[in-house]
């Protein structure tokens, strides 16, 4: 591929992912095995990966070390990706990397028959510009799954981290929880010889925890699982909570949470305890949760006249986790507008019956929308046969923008929702 080609492919979208490591790690061979110079702490997960990442980048920063932090997908930009202590890498730096990447990939491309994935392909960069800016702890976050994500080929991190999981991606992952407990356990990597691996995860399913238990067992990992937060109260929707460690030892009181919604002190919770079990002092701690930054999850994009909230819950877990929020937040609901664009793969049933069953649509509107430029994305009408076929009337509109200004015109608050790919059309007009 000429670069100019290289560099289109390698920010397109790819609508079907490939779960295997013969590419990545015929690339990174390519590259020098940059992943092995360096330290990380892998997410995996089914919701909360992202919010858990950016707690744990914050206090890790905040503690003094250099962190680099790399997630998916991207809002807006691919450099959202790939960040260092919160500063994204600059457009020049990522044209760099792509040059000496494209080298590596034409080799795997003669070696293989086949290029490597565009995941594949920033994966691959990320960890080259890490070990080039002297990273000391990467925060990084799988992409689909776990023991078959290209970001597995690292060596045992210093934790592998599991959130609360899920049935999403069933078609890659299987479908039942413990098969999907099973495809992210494979993050869980045998230490060398006479040490002890960590694993630390959230509260979950008795079946998804037996197979964790197991996983760890097998593989001379100490597992921790976090306790509750304890809640304390809230201010313009950030949550105060305190916490006590999973061993009892240490808790932590009136920490504030710097992401809004009534779900991420439990994402705190689970990176507070990783800092801890990795001996990062409270005032690091404190100083991290307060001051991390999370796009597209329950943002607040304007406080009043009306309220506007964007959120990118888009399966039954998150819709859930959506609507305990608006009834925490509105405890005097008097109905709202939904502005909701899915993935076609996406288990739409599950997220309108979870959303019909809060009670949350009886006074309130269903505003469909498809997502632009995305082989995935649902078509507004297909939304709206699904939620109907859930007693849950919904309407159509042709663009975002033109569902935003009539949600606007009703004076209600407005919740976008539905996928986190919407969230650039949204910038758009916004």
Known sequence: ??????????????????????????????????????????VAGTNGKGSVCNFLQSI??????????????????????????????????MGNLLKTV?????????????SPTQFEIWTAAAFLYFKEKNCDIVVLETGLGGSRDATNIIPCPLASVI???????????????EKIAAEKAGIIKSPQEGQTGLCVTAKQDVEALKVLTEACKSRSNKLVVTNPPNLKGFEDFRERFDYTSADANVTIRDIECGLCGIYQPENGALAIEVALQLGIDQEHI???????????????????????IY?????????????????RYFPRWHGGTFVMGFMGDKDMDAAFEELK????????????????????AATAQQICDRAKERGIEAIPFDSIGEAYQKALALSFPVIVCGSLYLYKDFYEII
């Open 286 to 308: 404190i100083k991290g949760i307060k001051s991390a930054i999370n796009p597209a999850r329950f943002e607040v994009i304007r406080e009043k006249d009306p309220v506007v």
């Open 102 to 114: 494209e080298q590596g990939v034409r080799q795997v491309v003669a070696k293989l028959g086949d």
């Open 60 to 93: 890790f920063t905040s503690a003094g070390y250099r962190t680099g932090k790399y997630t998916s997908p991207n809002l807006i930009s691919v450099c959202e990706r790939i960040s260092i202590d919160g500063e994204l890498i600059s457009e020049p730096d």
């Open 311 to 327: 959120d990118g819950a888009h399966n039954k877990n998150g819709i859930s986790a959506l609507c305990a929020c608006l009834k």
């Open 163 to 177: 959130t609360r999981l899920d049935l999403d991606h069933t078609e890659y992952l299987g479908d039942t929880i």
């Open 357 to 376: 069953s809060s009670g949350l649509t009886e006074k309130s509107r269903i505003f469909a929308v498809q997502v632009k430029d995305n082989p995935r």
């Open 1 to 42: 591929m000429q670069n100019d080609k290289f560099k289109t492919y390698a920010n397109s979208f790819q609508a079907i992912a490939r779960l295997r490591l013969e590419s990545i790690e015929c690339l990174l061979n390519y590259l020098g095995n940059p992943q092995n110079d360096l330290r990380f702490i892998h």
